[in-house]
């Protein structure tokens, strides 16, 4: 006998925790109001395909077309390739927990635990499980595409150059780092230790904290800025910069000279660390964009 409020509670989990995969991916979420209202009809309509005797192909494009409505009438979605992607992921991620399901089922049926696939309450919580699963692997696809984007979209190619010692790396543009010399009003780049040791002399790298800069060359004394820390790791403290003569940065494959920039080192750990070694300050590459 079915059991017509089972179907729709079963579709509903389903369709609901699929619809949030592809919300995820697309970076929107669904319009709940309009999928119950979907899948709900989705759910008359399997039901009279079970009552009917239905041929298994009607029932798969009935599938495929419905699907397609759901995640069109549930997204505000704006072209037709965005929408078939979307419909891609959903099919893709429906086909995926059957498939999981169906192997789950075969492996239990051959093993000492076959019991668990003729109870449905068992077989509910190895959906629920598996669906979960995939929603936290969706995230965390979702989360690494996304870093990835903002890796590629803001790490630049730097140049810092200071007494003719040169350090060539990557930099990352940090929309957070506003930090200004309270002087000559340059905007500050930040630098990790390891640009320090490869920049700077062994006595300059190693004594860039408190007021060890009265004991360098009077040379490297003139370079000296003090720049307030209030808006970056604490408060009432003060860091010290390097002025150093120029930073090069490659913009949308165009090189753009600074001159006179400051440049705070610091120990502290750095966004995208293992991959750039400095943040830039967005008030610098301001003027480059604009070009």
């Not at 979307?86 to 789950?104: E, K, P, R, V």
């Not at 660390?273 to 400095?278: D, F, G, Q």
């Amino acid at each position: 006998m079915l059991h017509l409020e089972a179907l729709w509670a079963l579709n509903s989990w389903v369709d609901c925790c699929v619809l949030w995969m592809v919300g995820r991916l697309i970076n929107q979420p669904p319009k709940w109001r309009r999928f119950l209202f979907l899948t709900s009809t989705s759910t008359l309509m399997q039901a009279g395909f079970m009552n009917f005797d239905i041929p298994q192909v009607i029932e798969i494009l009935s599938f495929l077309l419905f699907s397609f409505f759901i995640v069109w009438y549930s997204f505000s979605i704006k072209g037709f390739r965005s929408l078939l992607r979307a419909c891609i992921t959903f099919w893709g991620a429906s086909s995926l927990i059957g498939g999981g399901m169906y192997m789950i089922k075969q492996m239990l049926r051959d093993s000492k635990h076959a019991l668990l696939t003729e109870n449905s309450f068992s077989m509910l919580v190895i959906l629920s499980l598996l669906l979960i699963t995939a929603m936290v692997c969706m995230t965390k696809i979702v989360e690494s595409l996304q870093m990835n984007h903002i890796g590629e979209t803001f790490t630049y190619q730097v140049e810092i150059e200071v007494n003719g010692q040169a350090w060539r790396g990557n930099g990352f543009l940090d929309s957070g780092n506003h930090v200004i010399d309270p002087f000559t009003k340059s905007p500050v780049v930040f630098a990790n230790a390891q640009v320090a040791k490869e920049l700077l002399p062994d006595m300059i790298s190693s004594s860039l904290t408190g007021q060890q800069f009265m004991d360098w060359p009077t040379m490297w004394q003139k370079k000296v800025r003090m720049i307030p820390s209030r808006t970056v790791h604490s408060t009432n403290q003060m860091m010290i910069g390097i002025m150093c003569d120029r930073v090069a940065c490659t913009v949308n494959g165009k090189k753009f000279l600074l001159n006179n920039v400051p440049v705070v080192f610091t120990n502290e750990t750095l966004l995208f660390e293992e991959k750039c070694n400095c943040l830039l300050n967005p008030l610098q590459l301001l003027p480059c964009h604009q070009l």
